[in-house]
């Protein structure tokens, strides 16, 4: 009876991991999904801070994972403000000083707008599996949808969090919540997704709610009011040019 007990706890053991997919393979959909050539995005970004909330709206054009551009367009003190991506380099003009401000070095970590988003966090590469090392660790409820719950560990010192905890929807292949951590095991930001909806057969998020654990407040709420993939976008949009247009 022993012998038959051990038996049984060892090939239990050795069949239960084997029910979850692999971390990359989960990333690997989930970067399908919410990828695409180009991207054309209008959103509003609520910034819920300790003397109330603001809205900001704005129009993003993207391309692969190195350009975007973005133009913001109200409330009137953010109006015409606009920001370039290019690979690894930032650029921001304004509007009230006529000049363009490379964000660059410490100036990354500063506040997006007085939001729950950092520059360094627009500049992150969407494709985490470049970025992480993966490992599938369970499956929990998050908004009554089953999920996969990954845990990633960075693959070098200069990425901006050394590592973070992931829920996919398994169904959908979308990331319904995110944790982000410092080397220390602090969690630094946390997101959560509020709902989400269905363009062209791709699941994408519609509210997301990012949170500095760090500041007071009650986070960021940001909106995505409408996308489009795969649209042609002019090659000059994404230059310094444009950026005074």
């Known amino acids: 009876m022993i012998k038959y007990l051990l038996i049984v ?5 050795d069949v239960i991991p084997a029910q979850y997919p692999s971390g990359e393979d989960i990333l690997k959909k989930v970067d399908e999904n919410m990828t695409s050539d180009t991207e054309i995005i209008m959103s509003t970004m609520v910034i819920h801070g300790r003397r109330g909330s603001r809205s900001v709206t704005a129009k993003s054009w993207i391309q692969g994972r190195d350009k975007s551009f973005s133009e913001y367009l109200a409330p009137p003190r953010e109006k ?12 921001v003009y304004s ?13 990354l970590r500063q506040s997006l707008m007085g939001s729950d988003l950092s ?4 500049m992150e590469s969407p494709h985490l599996a470049d970025l992480y090392t993966t490992t599938v660790i369970g499956e929990e409820l998050v908004n009554d949808r089953n999920c996969w719950v990954v845990k990633l560990i960075a693959r070098k010192d200069d990425v901006t969090y050394h590592s973070r905890k992931i829920w996919v929807d398994r169904e959908r292949m979308i990331i319904l919540k995110e944790d982000r951590f410092a080397k220390s095991g602090k969690l ?10 269905q363009v062209d057969g791709r699941w994408y998020p519609k ?8 500041q007071k407040g009650k986070g960021t709420e940001f909106i ?4 489009e993939f795969d649209v042609d976008i002019p090659e000059y949009i994404f230059s310094k040019a444009s950026l005074r247009k």
């Open 224 to 227: 995505i009011e409408s996308i």
């Open 95 to 107: 509007p009230q000083t006529d000049r363009i401000i490379k964000i660059a070095g410490h100036m």
């Open 9 to 13: 706890i060892y090939l239990l053991t």
């Open 188 to 197: 630094l930001k946390t997101t959560v997704i509020k709902e989400v909806f």
């Open 207 to 214: 509210v997301l709610i990012f949170k500095d654990m760090l």
């Open 80 to 91: 015409g403000i606009k920001m370039l991506k290019l690979e690894d380099r930032l650029w």
């Open 119 to 122: 520059y360094e966090d627009m």
